[in-house]
């Protein structure tokens, strides 16, 4: 029961994080910064998750496959922004967020909720 309340409080934390994501992408479109066009894309996809890890923290079990999701992706972004920091001299400031991601990415994945029985026979 503490595994699944530790679950309900990190996902409500990282959707709530991921939404926040919604003030600088405000920003960009307000102030029609084109060259922050791809960022707002890009955090528009966040925020989404943002909410539906809102909605998944409800029932986190019946949200596997979305936590799931939100793991190997912050796996993939870390992945890739690490690339970026070591390529380029000016994007250092991005292994704070490669830090931040992988930190969600470790927490979720060792929160998860592993298949029941029930579950892992009726998937046969």
């Known amino acids: 029961m503490k595994h699944e309340r530790a ?3 990190v996902l409500v934390v990282v959707g ?5 994501g919604i003030y600088p ?4 479109l307000r102030n ?3 060259s922050g066009y791809g960022d707002a894309m890009m955090m528009s996809i966040y925020v989404a998750l943002g909410i539906f890890l809102l909605l998944a923290a409800r029932n986190p079990a019946a949200n ?3 936590i799931a999701f939100t793991v190997w992706s912050s796996f993939a972004h870390a992945f890739v922004m690490t690339i970026m920091a070591i390529r380029d001299q000016s994007a250092r400031d ?6 931040a991601f992988v930190v969600i990415g470790v927490v979720l994945l ?3 909720p592993r298949k029941g029985p029930a579950a892992a ?3 046969r």
């Open 110 to 112: 060792a929160l998860t």
């Open 32 to 34: 029609r910064d084109h």
């Open 121 to 123: 026979s009726a998937s």
């Open 94 to 99: 991005l292994l704070g967020g490669v830090a």
């Open 7 to 9: 679950l309900q409080a």
């Open 16 to 20: 709530l994080l991921f939404m926040g």
């Open 64 to 66: 596997r496959s979305l």
């Open 25 to 28: 992408i405000a920003g960009i």
